[in-house]
């Protein structure tokens, strides 16, 4: 019980609006779809603030690197970000005015850089023929 009041009260602090320390953009406090606004909507990055979202209690204040994108039940979308000071690797859903390139610039990135050379691909044999 004690756990889900403190929940409770961090969900209902009001959003501050920040200055992206990666782009310096301004970023309003308030996101279509979300409660916590933890993420640049131009270039993705965050910034460690956070053990439970929207709490502000971790003292790292790192700058989190968006890495990859990740799907989520039901279809939602997430932005993985890595810490560049303490390397933790944590997930934040996307919000209704994230820049749609810049999400779907990190979800094909994978297959930009693949670990192997492209030219392979028409070389190898499926198993059993």
């Not at 009041?5 to 602090?13: K, N, P, Q, V, Y």
């Not at 502000?56 to 560049?84: D, F, L, N, Q, T």
């Not at 996307?94 to 028409?122: C, H, K, Q, T, Y």
């Amino acid at each position: 019980m004690k756990r889900d009041s403190r929940r409770t009260r961090a969900t209902h602090e009001p959003a501050s609006a920040f200055i992206c320390e990666n782009c310096q953009q301004a970023v309003p406090g308030q996101a279509p779809g979300t409660q916590h606004r933890n993420h640049c909507p131009w270039c993705l990055w965050s910034l460690h603030v956070d053990i439970r979202p929207g709490d502000r209690r971790c003292g790292c204040r790192g700058s989190m690197e968006p890495i990859a994108v990740a799907v989520r039940y039901k279809g939602e979308w997430a932005i993985v970000h890595r810490c560049k000071r303490c390397r933790a690797i944590r997930t934040n859903r996307i919000a209704g005015d994230d820049n749609e390139l810049a999400l779907m610039s990190l979800a094909v990135r994978p297959l930009a850089l693949p670990p192997f050379p492209l030219d392979r691909l028409g070389q190898q044999k499926t198993p059993g023929a």
